[in-house]
């Protein structure tokens, strides 16, 4: 048996933020992140709807539900500095479609806009050895 990774570090600050309408989910957490100085970050709570939303499937493609006002159930994730500097928000969820069918999956990257307001609650993720 392979041990598990484990990483280590403390929590830091927490941000409760708005993303705007149209304004794509991932990114917009990403965005959020680089503006709060948040070089890593956990999702800790979320509410609000989307335009549409994109899904990965388990075959590797995706599947788009068609909203208007797809509402997010529950939504979990981080955000992770790359070596370049950059932010990659990896974000998955519940989602239920205007028809109530649920949905889950990980968020498509550029293919989730936010229907009115978003709200999201994030904390910074100090890990040892600052990285």
Wanted: hydrophobic share 40%.
């Amino acid at each position: 048996m392979i041990p598990p990774e484990i990483e280590t570090g403390t929590m830091g600050r927490v941000a409760y933020a708005r993303i705007g309408p149209n304004e794509d989910l991932v990114q917009g957490v990403e965005k959020l992140c680089l503006a709060q100085g948040f070089r890593n970050a956990f999702v800790r709570g979320a509410l609000g709807s989307l335009v549409d939303a994109c899904l990965y499937a388990r075959d590797g493609g995706y599947r788009c539900l068609n909203g208007p006002a797809v509402e997010i159930v529950s939504l979990a994730g981080e955000v992770r500095a790359q070596p370049d500097g950059s932010l990659v928000a990896s974000l998955s969820g519940v989602v239920a479609d205007p028809q109530g069918r649920i949905h889950g999956g990980a968020f498509v990257p550029g293919a989730n806009p936010i229907c009115m307001t978003f709200e999201v609650t994030l904390e910074e993720w100090l890990p040892a050895g600052g990285s």
